[in-house]
């Protein structure tokens, strides 16, 4: 007979039961990804159950979670609970009676934790400081510069399209409160007891796009307090199929790169290599602002991997100059542990 401190508990919920929980996105998890595909399924998918039976519970599958009190740390499902409060966002500033508003804070803080992504934080309080969907601004250079932010300013454009352009205004504050009240989803919560290894593992070789270095890379910063910091080192080591310097100029984009020689690279100094945006909250002078509504898609720039075009490399973009290394990360960590030892 199994003991009941190991077994997982399992609950239907909705939005609405959810309110008095926070969630924290752990280190190992990769930054938001959806793109305009699987938010048009999911707002499809909403919009079809709100007009078709809008009295009815609709279900978008699972989520797994470990609970310490009221704080659920996400171990799988990061990506849809994103995308849910960003439609949550979107939908309170076109309507803001509509009970999904209750999903963004949770005591006045952020419903969503990030152990790392400060600037995918910033990004999100800075948004909530406004009181118009219109007067929604942020720096274009700086999401430039900060590649975790991208998919989630594409997201917010692309949501904002959707519900003006598919939901009647008159609708809106309706289909609001249908998200928040009738759209449920499984909620597992591990044991108290559980080995987070071997569920880290689990997860993993069930469909969930973690590498091995991923949960190295979680157990490591959990050691430490300086999460943030040792974790954008991590980042900037860890795409071993892209030059050192591009990765490093992504994970600290506040560095001043006229100070920079070789050199600098050859040991982590925090007086050089910045990662904190300028401003706490990500907004500068009013002549460096830009209205999300206004956004066009094309506009914000991809990071796409780099392709074979038949081109001299005298006449590639510096972004699309193609290198390989010839091991691996993980194959990097191993030799590294080795020579630990």
């Known amino acids: ?130 009181d118009e969907l219109s007067k929604k601004v942020y720096d274009q250079e700086f999401i430039d510069d900060n590649p975790y932010l991208q998919n989630i300013a594409k997201g917010l454009v692309f949501i904002n399209g959707f519900i003006n352009h598919k939901v009647p205004p008159e609708q809106t504050n309706e289909f609001g409160d249908f998200i928040f009240r009738q759209v449920h989803l499984i909620k597992n919560t591990t044991p108290d007891n559980t080995d987070l290894n071997k569920l880290f593992s689990t997860v993993n070789s069930a469909g969930v796009q973690l590498e091995q270095t991923d949960i190295v890379k979680a157990n490591l910063l959990n050691l430490i307090d300086e999460k943030v910091k040792y974790g954008k080192i991590w980042e900037a080591c860890e795409n071993m199929n892209n030059f050192f310097e591009r990765n490093v100029r992504l994970s600290f984009p506040s560095t001043d790169w006229n100070i920079v020689d070789f050199k600098k690279y050859y040991e982590f100094d925090g007086s050089i290599f910045r990662y904190e945006s300028t401003n706490k909250n990500g907004i500068n002078s009013d002549d460096t602002l830009i209205i999300i509504e206004d956004v066009n898609m094309n506009d914000i720039s991809d990071y796409q991997h780099p392709t074979k075009n038949i081109l001299g490399e005298k006449d590639r973009k510096s972004e699309e100059i193609y290198c390989r290394s010839i091991i691996n990360f993980g194959q990097l960590l191993i030799h590294t542990y080795r020579l630990h030892l």
């Not at 990804?33 to 009815?56: H, I």
């Not at 978008?60 to 609970?67: M, P």
């Not at 740390?73 to 439609?87: P, S, V, Y």
């Not at 076109?94 to 009970?99: A, D, H, N, R, V």
């Open 1 to 130: 007979m199994i003991s009941k401190d190991r077994i997982f508990s399992t609950e239907i919920v909705s939005l609405k039961k959810l309110n008095k929980f926070s969630f924290r996105i752990p280190t190992y998890q990769r930054p938001y990804v959806w793109g305009d595909e699987q938010l048009k399924k999911l707002l499809d998918d909403f919009y079809n159950a709100f007009t078709t039976a809008p009295d009815q519970e609709y279900y978008i599958g699972t989520f797994l979670t470990r609970d310490q009190g009221l704080e659920a740390e996400l171990i799988d499902g990061q990506q849809r609970f994103t995308t849910l409060w960003l439609i949550s966002f979107v939908i309170s500033r076109l309507c803001p009676e509509s009970s999904i508003s209750n999903f963004l804070l949770n005591n006045d803080e952020l419903r969503l934790g990030f152990e790392i992504r400060e600037e995918v934080k910033d990004f999100l309080v800075s948004l909530l400081e406004e």
